[in-house]
């Protein structure tokens, strides 16, 4: 199909998927001098089978679409819980590993972002569950474009007076209420979307860096007071 | 593929080493191992959460790492197989996940096997098939188990296992106890060759008759271990050395702590051999390099007329050659692979040896 005229010849067929929060696969076709278009956008709804439901949502999507492989692999890099996390990343890597194709990492706050923004109505930070009473959050102008983040606290964390939009919402919303924080009607259960994902990554100028799990905790670990060296 | 000599690729994540190995029949081809055992030096034991990180970063290169050695691409492997249980369950995800996502992307079948069946079935690396009435010991930082092996792709059977820590989660925490390194079996080994195993009677465990009954009557706990009534003895002792003003004797004190979880160990293995009628013991587990274990267990075992089989170290520890060995066994004896639906069951019971397609 090379040089044939009248092809799109740089059209990228993208996989895209996310476990930060559900499980979320989409498949799009990426050209550069058209509108993406989003082939299948599948989201889960429970946030504990990750390990069993991301590769056969994967294999469902590939089927309807009549795709041997992707292009190329995007995965959210979080921050979410960490084990449904480390699934989405090490089925990516593993992926685009075995197929011979690239993959790229993107802070999943920028896809639930770049959803959310229109509903926000200006200047928003995008939130998700990071249990133990705190948020994963992320500040994003009008148009859902990054301005700090990502970041891990208590509501008391949040920059001041903006609204807080997405699923974090209604994880933390007896805290909201009670710092007087403002929400975003209508994003409150809202997980991240692969799709939407993508087209954060293709509005950033789909930048080309290697997934990195954005934990932000650390692991918890705890050296015993028997083998800390004396500190107490 | 030869039906009897299928290439498989073993993923294992279950603890703190990260494998990929390659298995063509009973032959090794790869056996690549990361392992993030340094990251858990500070704390004196695995921290559950440090090894899954440490899984994520080094799945793809070991993978790369083990098909180069092996010099074979997917496209030749036969079948994939992955540790589903037991194990730490952030640890087993990692593995899981990037064993479906190359099922996915190969097409290739994926076996979901037990990780304590893979330490017997590892055994065909070295002298091939296993020998029949086989029963195997299993001694490791996560594991002290006795199994009877009918069939390494149908037929095992849990005889006896610890009821509170593993042998060498108890070497872990004597070790802290005498201010030594981690992990704790290496050192206290070695210190052991310098003291009396006779100089202080620690406790074993679980040897009463109440616990042990008889042969034709046996107790609740006749082929059980338990470890932490021992490490409390130590812990006492070594209190009780301080309060006096007294220099503990380390090196007694390993040789005895040593003698007291081997001599158990020991006994009860063989003990479960003579009265299950298994004429072969397979030792395996991180354990099995222990000097002590391994010249006790032989000298039993050939007083009571039971052949002793141990693979060598680097395949009695954590690694992917030996999910690829049984994995390869499985193909070949039909077993149906697994798919790609299942997810990880951090207490699975060695009776299942592969997990049935969903």
Redesign the interface.
């Known amino acids: 199909m090379a040089g044939r005229p009248g092809r799109k010849m740089s059209t990228v067929r993208l996989l895209s998927l996310d476990t930060s929060s559900v499980v979320s696969v989409a498949l799009l076709e990426v050209a550069d001098a058209s509108e993406p278009v989003i082939l299948s956008d599948a989201l889960g709804t429970d946030t504990h ?4 439901d ?3 949502a ?2 469902a999507a590939l089927a309807a679409a009549g795709w041997e ?1 992707p292009d190329a692999i995007l995965v959210g890099e979080g921050p979410g819980p ?2 449904g996390l ?10 685009a ?3 011979g194709v690239p993959v790229y990492g993107l802070c999943s706050l920028d896809g639930l972002a770049q959803q959310l923004a229109p509903l926000a109505g200006g200047e928003f930070v995008a939130a998700l569950d990071a249990r133990r009473k705190e948020l994963y959050w992320g500040r994003y102008d009008a148009a859902g474009r990054p301005l700090g983040g990502p970041q891990v606290g208590a509501v008391a964390s949040l920059p001041q007076g903006l609204p807080v939009a997405g699923a974090g919402a209604t994880a933390r919303a007896a805290e909201l209420a009670e710092a007087g924080v403002a929400v975003a009607p209508g994003t409150e259960t809202t997980p991240v979307s692969a799709a939407h994902l993508a087209l954060a990554w293709l509005a950033a100028g789909r930048p080309e860096h290697a997934p990195v ?1 954005r ?1 932000l905790r650390e ?6 007071a ?3 060296g004396g500190a107490k | 593929m030869s039906a009897n000599e299928p290439l498989v690729l073993g993923i294992e994540s279950s603890c703190d080493e990260t494998g990929v190995g390659v298995v063509r029949g009973t032959e090794l081809l790869a056996n690549a191992v990361a392992s993030s055992m340094e990251e858990h030096v500070r704390f004196g034991g695995v921290i559950p959460e440090i090894a899954s990180r440490a899984h994520l970063e080094a799945l793809v290169p070991t993978l790369r790492q083990a098909l180069d050695t092996a010099g074979v691409t997917m496209d030749e492997v036969d079948a994939i197989a992955v540790t589903t249980g037991p194990g730490l369950a952030g640890a087993l995800m990692v593995g899981v996940a990037g064993a479906k996502a190359l099922s996915l992307a190969t097409g290739k079948p994926l076996y979901a096997v037990n990780h304590l069946v893979a330490h017997v079935g590892v055994g065909v690396l070295e002298g091939g098939e296993l020998p029949a009435s086989l029963g195997a010991l299993l001694v490791s930082g996560g594991h002290t188990e006795i199994l009877r092996i009918g069939s390494l792709t149908g037929d095992v059977e849990l005889l006896g296992s610890t009821i509170d820590d593993a042998a060498g989660e108890a070497y872990d925490k004597v070790a802290r106890l005498l201010g030594l390194s981690y992990p704790g079996g290496p050192v206290i080994d070695k210190l052991a060759a310098e003291g009396d195993p006779k100089a202080i009677r620690f406790p074993r465990g679980l040897t009463l008759g109440k616990f042990m009954g008889t042969a034709e009557e046996p107790g609740p706990h006749r082929y059980d271990f338990s470890f932490s009534g021992l490490k409390t003895a130590v812990a006492r002792y070594v209190e009780d050395c301080r309060a006096r003003g007294i220099e503990v004797p380390v090196a007694d004190v390993a040789a005895s702590f040593q003698e007291a979880v081997v001599d158990v160990i020991t006994k009860k293995a063989v003990l479960a051999c003579q009265e299950h009628g298994l004429t072969n013991l397979l030792l395996g587990g991180g354990v099995a390099a222990n000097s002590r274990l391994r010249s006790l267990l032989s000298a039993r075992c050939a007083s009571a007329g039971i052949g002793l089989r141990i693979p060598r170290p680097g395949l009695c520890t954590d690694n992917g050659a030996m999910i690829a060995a049984l994995g390869a066994q499985l193909v070949a004896a039909g077993v149906q692979p697994t798919g790609t639906e299942f997810g990880t069951d951090t207490g699975l019971p060695p009776s299942i040896v592969s997990l049935p397609a969903a």
Do not use: I, K, N
């Open positions: 089978r990750h390990a069993e991301l590769v056969p994967v294999r492989r960490f084990t480390r699934v989405g990343l090490a089925s990516a890597e593993v992926l590993f075995a197929w799990a934990y692991s918890d670990a705890v050296a015993p028997s083998l800390a």
